[in-house]
C-alpha cells in the first residue's frame, strides 16, 4: 500500500487548504482512514478519522472536515479557519483494524510521506 499526501502550502491565518491522500495497492473502502500531524520538537498528534463516520480531534472540531472518495481511492482534509497552531506536517494513514477510529498513531498500519502546512501572514 502507498499513500501519496499532496495539498499542503503556505496560508494566512483565516485561510483555508485542502489535503489529498491518495492510495494505491489497497481499496480503501472497508478501512478507517487519518490524518495526523507532527509540529516541530512536538509528538505526532490525531486530527481525524473516518471510516462511515468521521472523528475530529478537539484543535480541529467545526473547522477540518475529513471526506472519503471510495472511487478515486482517496481521503480529503478540508482545513478552514486556520490558525498558526495549525502549523505542522500532515500525515495520512490507514488502519486495516475496521471502525475502531483509533487516535493512536501506532495503531495505523500504513502512511503517506507528510505534507507542509504552514499558517502564517
Known amino acids: 500500500v502507498q499513500l501519496q499526501a499532496s495539498g499542503g502550502g503556505l496560508v ?3 485561510g483555508s487548504l485542502r489535503l489529498s491522500c491518495a492510495a494505491s ?8 482512514m487519518g490524518w495526523f500531524r507532527q509540529a516541530p520538537g512536538l509528538e505526532r ?10 472523528v475530529y480531534a478537539d484543535s480541529v472540531k467545526g473547522r477540518f ?3 472519503r472518495d471510495n472511487a478515486k481511492n482517496t ?3 478540508q482545513m478552514s479557519s486556520l490558525k498558526p497552531e495549525d502549523t505542522a ?8 483494524a475496521r471502525a475502531a477510529w483509533s487516535r ?4 495505523y498500519d500504513y502512511w503517506g510521506q507528510g505534507t507542509q502546512v504552514t499558517v502564517s501572514s
Open 12 to 14: 494566512q491565518p483565516g
Open 25 to 32: 495497492g489497497r481499496s480503501i473502502s472497508t478501512y478507517d
Open 45 to 54: 498528534e490525531f486530527v481525524a478519522v473516518v471510516n462511515w463516520l468521521p
Open 65 to 67: 472536515t475529513i471526506s
Open 89 to 96: 506536517v500532515y500525515y495520512c494513514a490507514m488502519n486495516l
Open 104 to 107: 493512536v498513531s501506532a495503531d
Open 75 to 77: 481521503v480529503y482534509l
